[in-house]
Structure formats: structure tokens, C-alpha cells
């Protein structure tokens, strides 16, 4: 995650995240962070994200993700 623009002081900060994929022990999540300045007049991405996720078992290995 690398931020692309400052979060400045009186800033609204919106977080928006969707799953992007899915696979049989793990999944990615994309995160985006939009900051709201000036009032509402401006809106500017501040940093986004692709994070990964991996369900383990007991014994630290992965495993078959729920169904759902």
C-alpha cells in the first residue's frame, strides 16, 4: 500500500473495498481510500490497496475457504 496523495487535516475519508478474487484458500481484497476536501468540492484518492487473505488451519496450513 503506497499512498499517492496526503490525507490532510479536515479531510472526509471514505474507505471502498470489494472482493476482486476469489479462490479455492484465499481471497483479494482491493481497497481505495478516497479523501473529500474543500468543503465537498474535491474529491482525491489518497492510496489504494490489493490485499490477500489466506485461511489457515490449526497447524499454520492452508485450507478450503468456506462456502458462502
Do not use: C
Request: cysteine-free; aromatic content about 8%.
Amino acid at each position: 500500500m503506497e499512498f499517492i496523495a496526503p490525507i490532510l487535516m479536515r479531510d472526509i475519508i471514505s474507505v471502498y473495498g470489494w472482493l476482486e478474487r476469489r479462490g479455492r484458500t484465499s481471497m483479494a481484497i482491493r481497497l481505495e481510500v478516497i479523501a473529500t476536501r474543500d468543503r465537498g468540492d474535491q474529491q482525491v484518492k489518497v492510496t489504494e490497496g490489493l490485499f490477500t487473505f489466506v485461511a489457515l488451519d490449526e497447524n499454520h496450513r492452508p485450507r478450503a475457504l468456506p462456502e458462502g
